[in-house]
């Protein structure tokens, strides 16, 4: 016997049955095609701008910096924003067929790379595929246009997020996905990043940066 | 890892006059449990959330097999493996096969309590590869080699001296000779020195805190990042979870995050909440070529259809610990295996014995704060109860207790004896300082009155005698 059929076998005698009767297993099975929806918050209720300045209230809660920008001021506000800090001009930028859309050279000091970042790269640049309202959130769904490195290795991650990906609940974000890469299915790894990477390991205290960025800046862009 | 959960007692007497630990808890017991209040008030859905994160895991459980099948045909279609493992020693060998495979001398680990369970980086160790533990807390205990005295803060036992100086002794050898002072120094070093580590590693292997049917995702939860380094940096990605961790469904997941942040470390959310489906896939930039799930029994399934079962829908967010007065007393260690707390008194004994681990259940005051704050509404004091009860059973209860309780049945069969007995008794009591209120010492009461006092009964004779003087059962 399989170690599989082991464990199947084991749990199955455990629950007093043996596969799951066909009426039942049409039960679940609907439950996992209809995937419903429980218990959503309330706080996520609102109108557009609501949703928006909830996005706003939970990113800056968890330590990222948001700063609401146009189109064209995007390039401007990411070299401003580095200038602002100190930070090298030299940009890691996700190849997001997305950013094109921002004149990039209209900030000619900004120093780009498209691609994956190398551990030395300081600065990362990339779209989002959508924020949660409803606690600040980031989401980050891997792909040739945004390898997932681009959100772990530099120290700084800038993040441009147009106001009509941001969502309310989580769930909303789900219904995205399907939409995006068909029912059941994820791209390799989808990361939802609330602020800035920290630990609370040593007495308890919170510090930021532990592996992931220390800083995170959000230009949240209207259309 | 080797239990000595048999020496309970003399843990905790250890732990009592420990200056550093004591000095530790002391912070545990304002930091977690205020800062889920606060998360909690944030939310007033909170309440019906667990409510339903609770039954999510009953019907998963209720159809586990069902569930289980759907995730490995799941991750397959994605070019994936799942690995079965009965035991512990099936899934260390599964582990150590596919780590030679891939051909690893070092393993970028991050925070996973199933291989403290099945002890995995020994294993390895004494197979020439060297894991590396990435999480900060639980890097710094495999620097003093020591195992985690709590499920979410491993390092929550040690002060930040204690972490300086062992930062000092191991560092150096990185070129790191300067004794920090400050936290965030601490943690710049470790991120400088395991970021070295991370691109050094040719496998990561990390647990999973869900496994999404519905997709085949394994989910991770960190607030350092160091999961999702450790899951696309090296070129294979080893999950190991337990079998009780897939739910059904994204949505479900949805819900279950709720609850296990605010419960955990009283976030809203965690700062990297990830869904991993899978190997990498054609065109991407990252991300490891092979992936591989161990799914871990070591006992569950005979927890399943028990009147223990309700232990299966524990999601590991500490708030059991964090909570209880006794942990808060001792700390982790003292429980002397993987799983401490109210938790750890529950499993324990279910994966390592009774006989082995039967203080554990003792270990509690019944207060109750740890089923109050369950994200998934666990009935920790009954389940510890049956363990008792158990015991009992097995002849396993010290001889003192045995013949204590026998003596007190003899009296509570017998009413009028058991009046005269108890008012005896609580005369006897008064000559030894009910005046002041508590007992400094009292004899038989040793075990009690070496660490606190006892607090007196009020005067006015006994319960009886007092029930009787206020028109007992006519009123």
């Known amino acids: ?223 | 890892m080797k239990s000595t959960a048999r020496a309970f007692k003399a843990n905790v007497d250890r732990a009592l006059v420990d200056t550093n630990l004591q000095q530790s808890l002391a912070m545990l017991k304002v930091g977690f449990s205020e800062r889920r209040r606060q998360a909690v008030e944030r939310l007033p859905e909170f309440e019906a959330l667990r409510d339903r994160a609770r039954d999510i895991k009953n019907h998963t459980l209720a159809h586990l097999d069902y569930y289980l099948e759907t995730f490995e045909t799941k991750v397959k279609g994605l070019g994936g493996h799942v690995h079965w493992a009965p035991t512990a020693e099936d899934a260390r060998d599964i582990v150590l096969r596919l780590c030679r495979e891939a051909g690893a001398k070092t393993v970028a680990k991050s925070k996973s309590m199933i291989t403290e369970e099945i002890a995995l980086n020994d294993h390895l160790e004494a197979h020439g590869i060297e894991p590396v533990e990435t999480d900060l807390g639980e890097y710094i205990i495999q620097l003093r080699n020591e195992a985690p005295s709590h499920i979410i803060a491993p390092a929550v036992h040690l002060t930040k001296d204690q972490v300086a100086d062992t930062f000092l002794e191991h560092h150096a050898r990185h070129g790191f000779t300067r004794r920090l002072t400050e936290r965030n120094d601490l943690v710049a070093e470790a991120r400088q020195i395991l970021r070295q580590r991370f691109q050094d590693a040719d496998v990561g292997i990390t647990g999973a805190n869900f496994l999404v049917a519905e997709t085949g995702s394994s989910m991770l939860v960190t607030n350092e990042g160091n999961a999702d380094l450790s899951n696309t940096l090296p070129r294979m990605h080893i999950v190991i979870a337990s079998i009780e961790k897939v739910i059904p469904t994204l949505e479900d997941a949805g819900t279950l995050l709720r609850v296990l942040a605010r419960s955990a470390t009283g976030q809203e959310w965690s700062s990297y909440t990830t869904f991993n489906t899978g190997p990498k896939r054609e065109g991407d930039l990252d991300g490891p070529e092979s992936y591989h799930v161990v799914l871990l029994d070591n006992g569950r399934s005979s927890v399943l259809g028990t009147e223990m079962q309700d232990i299966l829908r524990c999601i590991r967010c500490g708030a059991c610990m964090n909570h209880c007065p006794v942990y808060g007393a001792i700390g982790g260690h003292a429980y002397g295996w993987v799983y401490p707390g109210p938790l750890g008194a529950v499993l324990t004994p279910q994966l390592i014995g009774v006989e082995e681990a039967g203080n554990l259940p003792n270990a509690s005051t019944f207060c109750g704060r740890c089923e109050s704050v369950c994200p998934v509404r666990i009935p920790l004091p009954k389940l510890m109860r049956h363990w008792r009860e158990r015991e009992f059973e097995r002849h396993l209860t010290p001889s003192t207790v045995r013949q204590g309780l026998s003596l007190w049945a003899f009296f509570a069969r017998r009413p009028t004896l058991y009046r005269l007995a108890t008012r005896v008794a609580n005369a006897a009591l008064s000559l030894f300082g009910r005046a002041e209120g508590h007992y400094r010492a009292l004899p038989l009461a040793g075990g009690w009155t070496t660490h606190r006092d006892l607090p007196a009964p009020p005067p006015g004779g006994t319960f009886m005698a007092q029930w009787k003087a206020r028109g007992g059962a006519s009123r």
């Open chain 1, 1 to 223: 016997m399989s170690a599989r059929e082991q464990m199947l076998g084991a749990i199955r005698r455990s629950l007093r049955r043996g596969e799951l009767p066909a009426v039942s297993r049409a039960v679940v099975d609907a439950r996992l095609r209809e995937h419903p929806v429980n218990i959503v918050p309330r706080r996520t209720e609102g109108s557009d701008a609501d949703r928006v300045a909830q996005f706003e209230h939970w990113a800056a809660f968890h330590h990222a910096s948001v700063a609401r920008v146009d189109v064209a001021g995007v390039p401007g506000a990411v070299a401003d924003y580095l200038k602002t800090n100190n930070l090298p001009a030299r940009v890691a930028m996700a190849p997001d067929p997305d950013l094109d859309r921002y004149d990039w050279p209209s900030a000619p000091m900004l120093e780009i790379r498209r691609g994956k970042p190398v551990d030395a790269d300081p600065v990362a640049v990339t779209g989002a595929f959508a924020g949660i309202a409803e606690t600040g959130t980031l989401v980050f769904a891997s792909g040739p246009d945004h390898p997932t490195s681009l959100n772990l290795l530099p120290e700084t991650h800038v993040v441009v997020l147009r106001e009509a990906d941001v969502v309310g609940p989580i769930e909303d974000v789900f219904v995205r996905l399907r939409a995006r890469y068909g029912e059941g299915r994820m791209p390799r790894t989808v990361n939802t990043v609330t602020g800035p990477s920290r630990t609370g390991d040593i007495e308890q205290q919170l510090e930021l940066g532990a592996h992931g960025p220390r800083r995170m800046h959000i230009l949240l862009v209207r259309d």
